[in-house]
Structure formats: structure tokens, C-alpha cells
């Protein structure tokens, strides 16, 4: 399984994991390609990602909210707040327990080395686990995968 995992927020960084960790338990060989915004999964710090209700019309609140009360200061920290409990409160891993389940899992996961150098990023802030290589390198992988995602 092909996997490219594009965006950096809290709810975006579930899908790549799941599916990687799931399909690595079902003897598949995995590899995920972190690019752009994605590369902030494989910081080694990964507390700091948030979820934003804002142009996110598909995220349950438990109040209609109008969108600009979604814009005000604050409303950032207390969706992801409570998107973070109501996983605990359903007993869904956290990021960090999904991310070690896929190194366990020896699902390869590869930082785009041109996003790395554009935003000119430090390597010592990703996982040792983290593969540094282009799309030419992904590319002959999933060229051959059997399932591709683009997440």
C-alpha cells in the first residue's frame, strides 16, 4: 500500500496512520510518502497539532455554531480540546501510540527531501524512523502497490 499524506492537522493525521498501521497488522508492505504540510506528522513532537472548525462544514459541534464565531480567537484550542477528549472517551489511540504501531509495523515512512529543504526545516526535529527521499524514490513503490491513497 502507496500512501501520500499531505496535510499536518489533527484530523488529517489519523487517516495516513490507520491505514498504514492496519494494513502493515494485514501483512501488507507499507510505505508513506510525507510531503508538504504532512512532514509535521513526523516531527518527533506532535502535540501541537490542532484541528480548526473553521471552513470545516463537516465537523460535528455539539452547537451550531455560525462561522464567524468559529473564526474568534480561542476556537482553534477548544475544538481540538475536544476532539482530543472525545477520542480518549472512545478509546481511539492517540497520533503518537498510531505513529509507533507503524514504526513497529516497519511501515517505511519517507519525508519529501525537496519539502524538507524549501521550508528549510531541521532534520533533528523528525523521528530517527524517517526516510528522506524525493518522489522518484516513492514513485517506484507505489508504481508497483497494489493499493495507492492520496490523503
Not at 477520542?87 to 519529501?112: F, W, Y
Request: net charge negative; glycine share 6%; aromatic share 10%.
Amino acid at each position: 500500500m502507496a500512501i501520500i499524506a499531505t496535510k499536518g492537522t489533527l484530523d488529517w493525521a489519523y487517516p495516513p496512520f490507520i491505514l498504514a498501521s492496519t494494513a502493515a497488522s494485514l501483512g501488507y508492505e507499507v510505505q508513506v510518502f510525507f510531503t508538504f504540510y504532512g512532514l509535521q506528522l513526523l516531527r518527533k513532537d506532535i502535540s501541537h497539532l490542532k484541528i480548526s472548525p473553521l471552513a470545516n462544514p463537516a465537523m460535528p459541534m455539539p452547537v451550531p455554531m455560525p462561522v464567524l464565531v468559529q473564526a474568534l480567537p480561542g476556537m482553534e484550542s477548544m475544538a481540538t480540546m475536544m476532539m482530543k477528549n472525545k477520542m480518549k472517551s472512545k478509546g481511539v489511540a492517540s497520533l503518537e501510540e498510531l505513529r509507533n504501531i507503524c514504526i513497529e509495523a516497519d511501515v517505511k515512512m519517507i519525508a519529501c527531501q525537496m519539502t524538507v529543504d524549501l521550508f528549510e526545516f531541521d532534520k533533528n526535529d523528525f523521528i530517527e524512523q524517517a526516510v528522506y527521499g524525493g518522489a522518484a524514490m516513492f514513485l517506484g513503490f507505489a508504481g508497483e502497490a497494489d493499493i495507492s491513497l492520496y490523503i
